[in-house]
T-cell receptor, first 113, second 112 residues
Framework: DTAVSQTPKYLVTQMGNDKSIKCEQNLGHDTMYWYKQDSKKFLKIMFSYNNKELIINETVPNRFSPKSPDKAHLNLHINSLELGDSAVYFC????????????FGPGTRLTVT | KNQVEQSPQSLIILEGKNCTLQCNYTVSPFSNLRWYKQDTGRGPVSLTIMTFSENTKSNGRYTATLDADTKQSSLHITASQLSDSASYICVVTYSSASKIIFGSGTRLSIRP
């Protein structure tokens, strides 16, 4: 059974469009994260939610807005997509905000043309 | 400046050989250090987690060491297998675990 799932796996869209990536975890974890992995393979944290509450919000454009309808879901909505948004986006979860171990989803490869 | 640097950037070894990957960090105050394995097209998977007081931790053929004084960690892989081909990422958490920095990874290729 998939622990952390993301949809879609691939997303190709044009500049200026708005798109969403969905993430769900069935581990019963309280904390969820969004990461961006660029072409140089650097992983950077974007957001973290604990029990539906935003606890980490790194410097990302406000075109990116996370939404957590419940603690098992953390969706990422991106407005006015730009070429530089092309990357692989990973969702992850951990037992709580102090837990060291994070479980990652399979990633969503976003290509903006 | 808080940084995590890994070396080498890439490494190719023959199946069955051992190898050691390095991670140096400059974050403060340190909380914990993790090593992740990331297969191509997949999300990272945790290998080991070490806190300040832990010097070594093993997970099968993977052994991680941590020297909190010199702020260095290493990941030793014994008797490498083809399935070990992946990127290995060092991740350091600091400031009461509220901040996370990922290293750029070491790309390891195992040749038969």
């Amino acid at each position: 059974d998939t622990a952390v799932s993301q949809t879609p796996k691939y997303l190709v869209t044009q500049m200026g469009n708005d798109k969403s990536i969905k993430c769900e975890q069935n581990l019963g974890h309280d904390t969820m994260y969004w990461y961006k992995q660029d072409s140089k393979k650097f992983l950077k944290i974007m957001f973290s939610y604990n029990n539906k509450e935003l606890i980490i919000n790194e410097t990302v454009p406000n075109r990116f807005s996370p939404k957590s309808p419940d603690k098992a879901h953390l969706n990422l909505h991106i407005n006015s997509l730009e070429l530089g948004d092309s990357a692989v986006y990973f969702c992850a979860s951990s037992l709580d905000r102090a837990s060291y171990e994070q479980y990652f989803g399979p990633g969503t490869r976003l290509t903006v043309t | 400046k808080n940084q995590v640097e890994q070396s080498p950037q890439s490494l190719i070894i023959l199946e069955g050989k051992n190898c050691t990957l390095q991670c140096n960090y400059t974050v403060s105050p340190f909380s914990n250090l993790r090593w992740y394995k990331q297969d191509t097209g997949r999300g990272p998977v945790s290998l080991t987690i070490m806190t300040f007081s832990e010097n070594t931790k093993s997970n099968g053929r993977y052994t991680a060491t941590l020297d909190a004084d010199t702020k260095q960690s290493s990941l030793h892989i014994t008797a490498s297998q083809l399935s070990d081909s992946a990127s290995y990422i060092c991740v350091v958490t600091y400031s009461s675990a509220s901040k996370i920095i990922f290293g750029s990874g070491t790309r390891l290729s195992i040749r038969p």
